[in-house]
């Protein structure tokens, strides 16, 4: 308690207000982008699809796409993709419709992805932490309220940047389970990586940033089952990351290491049987105790 005075005081005196803002400035604008917006509704997927639109708890309007799976039963997929993304990217070419196809036809389950604020349609609305884990409860509601949507066979799924959002939603709504790919274990950590010469700055500015998306220490508190996977040619958040995750999290949970595969490469071949499988094993039982990480591996 006195420690969180202590870095309370340190943050609102002048010195260090403004030093907190000029981090949040800079860790927001290299954060928080999206892709180009493409406006063509994913016809070239060639999978039934429905566009939604839905509010989120502050007003924000959001846009989304329900892939509908062949199966009247199959579980669902609430997807929240990373940054430098947005919905529209999954599409835009033809080579990344056939790999969305390809991908919806191999893990058998309903498909949601939506736009968080400051992403594709919304790119000029600002983007907050805060803001991203409204914008993933809404999506997750939009999907309660679908007779054809089982809320006990929900699962969250998030990538990269939205892992943060995954896991976060994970703590605050029950789900079936959690997928994260390429996990990051907390912003600041990135910070740490990306530039380790930052290390004696945060070492004395405990409180930076304010934006973190601390997804390690919400790993610890997880109730829900995990499956990690990551590529172990990452380039952007290294596999060790994952790892960490993996190793804080309780069981039951599986990892799955994306051989040969980096931070950007869409590895249906090796992510279609990891997720197929995790799903199956949640949903039948089976999955009670840790998966060795040598037995997911694709």
């Given amino acids: 308690m006195l420690k969180r005075l202590l870095y309370t005081t340190a943050a609102l005196s002048a010195p260090g207000l403004a030093l907190t803002v000029a981090t949040e400035r800079l860790i927001r604008s290299r954060l928080f982008y999206t892709g180009e917006w493409h406006a063509a509704p994913p016809d070239d997927v060639r999978w039934p699809y429905e566009e939604a639109a839905f509010v989120a708890a502050d007003g924000v309007e959001l846009q989304g796409w329900f892939f509908k799976a062949q199966r009247a039963d199959a579980p669902t997929l609430l997807f929240c993709h990373g940054t430098s993304y947005n919905a529209s990217d999954m599409w835009v070419t033809e080579e990344r419709a056939r790999a969305l196809h390809d991908f919806l ?3 058998g389950c309903n498909f949601f992805v939506f736009d968080y604020r400051g992403y594709g349609r919304n790119s000029h609305l600002g983007t907050t932490e805060e803001g991203t884990y409204l914008d993933g409860a809404a999506a997750l509601a939009w999907l309660h309220v679908r ?16 892992t943060g959002i995954a896991t976060e939603l994970a703590l605050r709504e029950p789900a079936a389970g959690l997928i994260l790919r390429a996990p990051f274990t907390s912003i600041r950590a990135m910070m740490v990586d990306f530039v380790p010469r930052l290390r004696p700055l945060l070492s004395v500015t ?93």
């Fill in 105 to 107: 036809r191999g893990v």
């Fill in 147 to 162: 007779a054809d949507v089982d809320p006990a066979s929900i699962f969250f799924y998030g990538f990269s940047l939205g």
């Fill in 206 to 298: 405990p409180w930076l940033p304010l934006t973190n998306y601390d997804n390690l220490a919400k790993a610890r508190r997880l109730q829900a089952p995990l499956l990690v996977m990551h590529g172990d040619a990452d380039e952007t958040v290294p596999h060790h990351m994952g790892r960490r995750i993996f190793d804080a999290a309780p069981d039951p949970k599986q990892f799955a290491t994306l051989t040969g595969s980096g931070h950007r490469d869409f590895a249906t071949d090796l992510i279609v049987p990891a997720i197929g499988r995790f799903v199956d094993d949640v949903l039948s039982g089976r999955l009670t105790r840790t998966t060795p990480a040598a037995a997911a591996t694709a």
